[in-house]
């Protein structure tokens, strides 16, 4: 995993929940954030505009914990990078 | 029986504060401070001043409420406490004040414009700003519900809950749906009112393209009046059966007695005599109450030429030679035109002119007009108890609404 990626992620969630970024960790799952259907959404939203990536609706409904949206996100980011390539 | 109010406007965030404000014959009417309005052709506005909303919402909820939501929030609250129910202090929301009540108590609400700022805000981020999509709250952010519904998952309110938009009516629909239904048996209590936030540069803009709007401030019934003044804001009444008042050993502030409503089928700006007659002898049959029983009107009184000159034929064909008798104000000279939280301003305004017996004046008024010829209370508020008033509520579009209310003496 991109650890860089991982923290900037992270502190997208801390912006969107606005909870202490210490209080999550890549193994965080967003119901030990306290994070409903909403907050995804909005996390989602700060994802693709930080990251200029889009992010697909199935996709969005089966990210429930950090990990999974840092793999998310860095698999769009290779996408893009690749279509750019 | 109205046995609590809520209120916020540019009056103030409370009842005491707007009544004073009110009884005072004090304008809120200042230059628009929240938004940008270089280039507009007017500059005035009435506008809610000192209103925090991390003051009354945890700051995760603040973001998932347009403005027009948290003023609806904050007067249902005023109006529960006023009420005599005790709302959580820590949590500061989600209190259930009613216990299994819940399901027996009402929402309704009426807004104008919604959440429209928000959408305008999302627009600007997709036409002007090249994103993608909006925020994904948008959409509950706007919905014209989300007052009702924010008010129902703030106090643990259970039962019918729904908004009434009728533009500038849409208040006044909304207690006079909630009245009948207390009414009726249908419930046994109601929280209803308007609230209204249109200040964001699209809205603005949209109403200076109708040019019915003052560069100058409203002057309702004045010779050298040019147009409507917005405002914003949000009130709420609690209403409640006398069965139920006097269980509970409620204080009652009035009673509503009366709602009628009425459509033009005209013109789809111009107002009508005949629609607001049909309304307010509606609202007055619907109370059991003679044209010659009203002492005060609290008037739709825009002012706007055509609204206040016809609205006033209105009244003249309705009540006759008991016309020169009335006194009719408009407390949009003070409070601006609050759109759909209008009519709950203005039946907040009537409730409490019953039970002070003082009538709020008509402010800004500076030259005497002769198709405006009532005794509109020009400036300063009169000491005159009143048993019966209407508040009148004439929306764009036609559709007319009238709440009867009497003074009560119960207590």
């Known amino acids: ?85 | 029986m109205v046995t609590g109010t809520g209120i916020v406007c540019a009056l103030g965030l409370g009842a005491a504060e707007c009544w004073g404000a009110l009884r005072e014959g004090q304008s809120g009417i200042r230059p628009i401070q929240s938004t940008d309005v270089s280039g507009l052709r007017f500059q005035n506005g009435a506008e809610v001043r000192g209103f925090r909303a991390e003051d009354y919402f945890e700051s995760s909820r603040c973001d998932q409420m347009d403005r027009f939501a948290q003023f609806a929030v904050v007067a249902a609250r005023q109006a529960v406490r006023e009420a005599g129910f005790n709302l959580s202090p820590e949590t500061h929301s989600i209190a259930t004040p009613f216990g299994e009540a819940c399901a027996r108590i009402a929402v309704v609400t009426g807004t104008s414009m919604g959440g429209q700022t928000s959408l305008d805000r999302g627009f600007v981020a997709i036409y002007k700003e090249g994103r993608p999509r909006p925020h994904p709250f948008t959409i509950p952010l706007t919905m014209y519900n989300a007052g009702a519904s924010q008010i129902a998952m703030d106090l643990g309110i259970t039962g019918p809950a729904f908004t009434i938009s009728t533009a500038c009516a849409s208040a006044t629909h909304a207690i006079g749906q909630a009245f009948w239904m207390v009414r009726s048996g249908a419930v046994e209590a109601a929280l209803c009112g308007g609230s209204e936030a249109p200040f964001s540069p699209g809205i603005l803009r949209a109403w200076e393209a109708m040019r019915v709007v003052t560069p100058d401030v409203c002057r309702p019934f004045s010779r050298d009046r040019k147009g409507l003044t917005l405002g914003e804001g949000g009130a709420m009444l609690f209403l409640e059966t006398a069965e139920r008042a006097a269980a509970r050993g409620a204080k009652v502030l009035g009673e509503v007695v009366g709602f009628g409503m009425s459509a033009d089928a005209g013109h789809l700006t111009l107002p009508s005599v005949d629609g607001p007659v049909a309304a307010m002898r509606s609202a007055l049959n619907d109370a059991g109450m003679a044209a010659v029983d009203v002492g005060y009107i609290n008037a739709h009184g825009t002012g706007t030429l055509a609204n206040d000159a016809t609205e006033t034929q209105s009244i003249r064909r309705l009540f006759g030679t008991h016309a020169e008798k009335l006194a009719i104000s408009s407390t949009k000279s003070m409070h601006g035109h609050a759109l759909g939280a209008a009519g709950a301003i203005e039946a907040f305004a009537t409730l409490m002119a019953l039970s002070e017996g003082i009538l709020p004046p008509t402010v800004s008024y500076t030259e005497a007009d002769p198709e405006c010829n009532l005794d509109v209370v020009p400036n300063i508020a009169r000491a005159r108890p009143v048993e019966f008033a209407l508040s009148n509520s004439f929306a764009f579009g036609g559709l007319n609404a009238v709440l009867a209310l009497r003074r009560w003496e119960g207590n």
């Open chain 1, 1 to 85: 995993m991109d650890e860089t990626l991982a923290a900037k992620v992270i502190a997208e969630i801390a912006a969107v929940k606005k909870i202490p970024i210490e209080r999550i960790t890549v193994d965080s799952t967003f119901e030990e954030l306290s994070m409903d259907s909403l907050d995804a959404m909005n996390l989602l939203f700060s994802l693709e505009e930080h990251f200029g990536v889009s992010i697909p609706d199935e996709a969005a409904n089966s990210i429930k914990d950090v990990r999974s949206t840092v793999a998310g996100v860095e698999r769009l980011l290779a996408e893009k990078s690749g279509a750019q390539g």
